[in-house]
Antibody, heavy 116, light 108 residues
Framework: EVHLLESGGGLVQPGGSLRLSCAAS????????MTWVRQAPGRGLEWVSS????????FYEDSVKGRFTISRDNSKNMVYLQMNSLRAEDTAIYYC?????????WGQGILVTVSS | EIVLTQSPGTLSLSPGERATLSCRAS???????LAWYQQKPGQAPRLLIY???DRATGIPDRFSGSGSGTDFTLTITRLEPEDFAVYYC?????????FGGGTKVEIK
């Protein structure tokens, strides 16, 4: 059974940093691209970033380019999202999802709150 | 970049009724690279449809997707109590990927 579990969220001040982690199990992790999607409170879904299975390519939504970095460690079945220079508008539930284009499995999500 | 507009914003129906949800793209979505998701309160989204019309694993056949180009439809033939939720379309015709704003299907 596929399982994705996010961690690392919490409250951070504007301008601060957080590193989200996603532990994957139940599938051959290094065969699949992985993606982060976020959802601001009471709002819709927003694609954030994706990474190829081999880490050779990464993709970012414009508002996070230069501030967020996606990475993965295939030896640990982990994917990460390093978030720097955080803004109030980054406040959201962040979901880890399996896939590059559409997403057949999702984690339960982790809340990131950016506030002073 | 492709922008997706979903309508209506809210659909009020009774169990057993048919639901028809629309997703319109600002430009043609190549190769029908369109997916649909269901999201219930406090839960992660669940993939229903990909490739505009292919049901994901384990999805009941009362859910169907259709359309091409700029106009896509999700149909739920007979609403079950567990189908009342928010539905999102998403294109994957290149980066940036984008989701529609969602349609809430609520109990009338």
């Amino acid at each position: 059974e596929v399982h994705l579990l996010e961690s690392g969220g919490g409250l951070v001040q504007p301008g601060g940093s957080l590193r989200l982690s996603c532990a994957a199990s139940g599938f051959t992790f290094d065969d699949y691209a992985m993606t982060w999607v976020r959802q601001a409170p009471g709002r819709g879904l927003e694609w954030v970033s994706s990474i190829y299975s081999s880490s050779t390519r990464t993709f970012y939504e414009d508002s996070v380019k230069g501030r967020f970095t996606i990475s993965r460690d295939n030896s640990k079945n982990m994917v990460y999202l390093q978030m720097n220079s955080l803004r109030a508008e980054d406040t959201a539930i962040y979901y880890c999802a399996k896939g590059l284009w559409y997403f057949d499995y999702w984690g339960q999500g982790i809340l990131v709150t950016v506030s002073s | 970049e492709i922008v997706l507009t979903q309508s209506p914003g809210t659909l009020s129906l009774s169990p057993g009724e048919r639901a028809t949800l629309s997703c319109r793209a600002s430009q043609s979505v190549g190769s029908n690279y369109l997916a649909w998701y269901q999201q219930k309160p406090g839960q992660a989204p669940r993939l229903l449809i990909y490739g505009a019309s292919d049901r994901a694993t384990g999805i009941p056949d009362r859910f169907s997707g259709s359309g091409s180009g700029t106009d896509f439809t999700l149909t739920i033939t007979r609403l079950e109590p567990e189908d009342f939720a928010v539905y999102y379309c998403q294109h994957y015709d290149g980066s940036p990927l984008a989701f529609g704003g969602g349609t809430k299907v609520e109990i009338k």
